[in-house]
């Protein structure tokens, strides 16, 4: 018996085996979890599966797809416009700038119908939430649609000033949003594997966000800063609405009072880390706007 075949065969195994995999063991731990069968033997079975479906995704992530995004990459950069994006980290700001307001504008309607339909003034919050992140947005957008970036650096410095401002606005809507978590029992509430793919999503942003914010100081442009930042304070409230969706689904156990409190220090960690941003960006364009200023006259 070839053991070395069989374990190829078991580690490298076919793609829709693969998928297949993944849809079984997501579906049997959402019933374990969901039924209680944590302490059975079925549970233990569950695990094992889950852990082989995990084991050989990671082996295929780690060893098929670097290729396949390198093919991939060549035929995006063999067109102008995905070459363009690809390259040109101003044209992709400027895309991802757009994209983000659709998205926000999306959101608001989505929040204002859900107002309607339940009568709750939670979607009111997050309407008006999402409202302040799309003037933000707009601002920068119909600056980058007028303008280069990098062109006009006073400019950018009072858009980013103005939207600066607008940011320490959010922090009314965000109290308001944790209140009416903690006292009217309000949060959103995701069921089955939803709350899974949800949770991806919330901390795919939030990894993206960050690590979007550092990489462009470098090219110390106040729009691209700002915008940045703003997508850093989108995910950060997206953390608290997945921290409310995981005590729906999952809190049973947990004392009200623990899930108030986690819900009030996250919500105040999330306020101070926005205020922080909004009053560095302030100073620090209202400490540049001065110099130029004084700069010209003197």
């Given at each position: 018996?070839?053991?070395?075949?069989?374990?190829?065969?078991?580690?490298?195994?076919?793609?829709?085996?693969?998928?297949?995999?993944?849809?079984?063991?997501?579906?049997?731990?959402?019933a374990?979890?969901?039924?209680?069968w944590?302490?059975?033997?079925?549970?233990?079975?569950?695990?094992?599966?889950?852990?082989?479906?995990?084991?050989?995704?990671?082996?295929f992530?780690?060893?098929?797809?670097?290729?396949q995004?390198?093919?991939?990459?060549?035929?995006?950069?063999?067109?102008p416009?995905?070459?363009?994006?690809?390259?040109?980290?101003?044209?992709?700001?400027?895309?991802?700038?757009?994209?983000?307001?659709?998205?926000?504008?999306?959101?608001?309607?989505?929040?204002v119908?859900?107002w309607?339909?339940y009568?709750?003034?939670?979607?009111?919050?997050?309407?008006?939430y999402?409202v302040?992140?799309?003037?933000?947005?707009?601002?920068?957008?119909?600056?980058?649609?007028?303008?280069?970036i990098?062109?006009?650096?006073?400019?950018?410095?009072?858009?980013?000033?103005?939207?600066?401002?607008?940011?320490?606005?959010?922090?009314?809507?965000?109290?308001g949003?944790?209140?009416?978590?903690?006292?009217?029992?309000?949060?959103?509430?995701?069921?089955?594997?939803?709350?899974?793919?949800?949770?991806?999503?919330?901390f795919?942003?939030?990894?993206?966000?960050?690590?979007?914010?550092?990489?462009?100081?470098?090219?110390?442009s106040?729009?691209?800063?700002?915008?940045?930042?703003?997508?850093?304070?989108?995910?950060?409230?997206?953390?608290?609405?997945?921290?409310?969706?995981m005590?729906?689904?999952?809190?049973?156990?947990?004392?009200?009072?623990?899930?108030?409190?986690?819900?009030i220090?996250t919500?105040?960690?999330?306020?101070i880390?926005?205020?922080?941003?909004?009053?560095?960006?302030?100073?620090?364009?209202?400490?540049?706007i001065?110099?130029?200023?004084?700069?010209?006259?003197?």
């Amino acid at each position: 018996m070839d053991w070395k075949k069989i374990g190829k065969k078991l580690l490298f195994p076919p793609v829709w085996v693969m998928a297949l995999l993944t849809v079984l063991s997501a579906a049997a731990l959402i019933a374990v979890f969901l039924k209680g069968w944590d302490a059975t033997p079925i549970a233990y079975i569950v695990y094992v599966l889950a852990f082989y479906t995990l084991s050989v995704v990671t082996v295929f992530c780690a060893m098929v797809l670097p290729k396949q995004y390198q093919q991939i990459r060549q035929k995006i950069l063999k067109h102008p416009l995905g070459n363009r994006y690809m390259t040109d980290k101003l044209f992709r700001t400027k895309i991802s700038l757009n994209l983000s307001l659709g998205i926000n504008l999306a959101y608001v309607a989505i929040n204002v119908l859900s107002w309607y339909l339940y009568q709750s003034w939670w979607f009111v919050c997050l309407a008006v939430y999402y409202v302040i992140l799309s003037v933000m947005r707009f601002l920068l957008v119909r600056y980058v649609r007028l303008n280069d970036i990098g062109a006009n650096r006073y400019g950018e410095l009072k858009r980013s000033l103005i939207c600066s401002c607008v940011m320490l606005l959010l922090n009314f809507f965000l109290s308001g949003a944790v209140l009416m978590v903690v006292y009217q029992n309000r949060g959103f509430e995701y069921h089955g594997i939803m709350i899974y793919v949800m949770a991806m999503f919330t901390f795919y942003n939030a990894t993206f966000a960050i690590i979007d914010l550092i990489k462009y100081r470098s090219f110390e442009s106040p729009v691209m800063s700002t915008a940045k930042g703003i997508s850093m304070a989108a995910a950060l409230v997206s953390m608290l609405n997945l921290e409310t969706a995981m005590f729906a689904e999952f809190g049973a156990e947990m004392a009200k009072e623990d899930q108030r409190l986690m819900i009030i220090l996250t919500g105040a960690g999330i306020s101070i880390a926005v205020i922080f941003m909004a009053i560095y960006m302030i100073v620090r364009c209202t400490k540049e706007i001065k110099k130029m200023r004084c700069s010209e006259n003197g």
